[in-house]
């Protein structure tokens, strides 16, 4: 779940099978999570997928949609400049600030969201 401090908002993502855990899944292709379903403000028209990034280019959590048949990785996020991100801030200036609900593959502004893991 990612939350936006400041006006509330929520968007929860889903999937089933077996429970993804951090331990040993770091920096991996996004198809090695499936893909999960969304709640809450997120827009149900993607299928989504998750990143655990330790990476020099990227390190936190990153969830987007699901586009051109193309998986992400913690180092290319396919050129999706259309579906929504939900992620922190990225090393490189290019992908700075945080991204919640909205297309990430760009630079954003600063502002405060929690990512909650269950």
Not at 1 to 8: A, G, I, L, P
Not at 17 to 46: C, E, I, M, P
Not at 67 to 94: E, G, I, L, M, Q
Request: proline share 3%.
């Amino acid at each position: 779940m990612f939350v936006d401090e400041k006006s509330k908002q929520k968007a929860v993502f889903t999937k089933n099978g077996s429970a993804t855990q951090f331990h040993g899944n770091y920096n991996k292709r996004a198809d090695a999570y499936g893909l999960w379903t969304a709640k809450g403000v997120a827009s149900t028209q993607y299928k989504y997928q998750l990143l655990i990034c330790d990476a020099a280019f990227y390190k936190g959590l990153l969830i987007s949609g699901y586009t051109v048949n193309c998986y992400k990785r913690c180092d290319h996020w396919c050129s999706d400049k259309s579906s929504p991100y939900f992620r922190t801030s990225a090393t490189p200036k290019t992908y700075s600030g945080v991204a919640f609900n909205e297309n990430g593959h760009l630079p954003k502004s600063n502002r405060l969201v929690s990512a909650g893991i269950r």
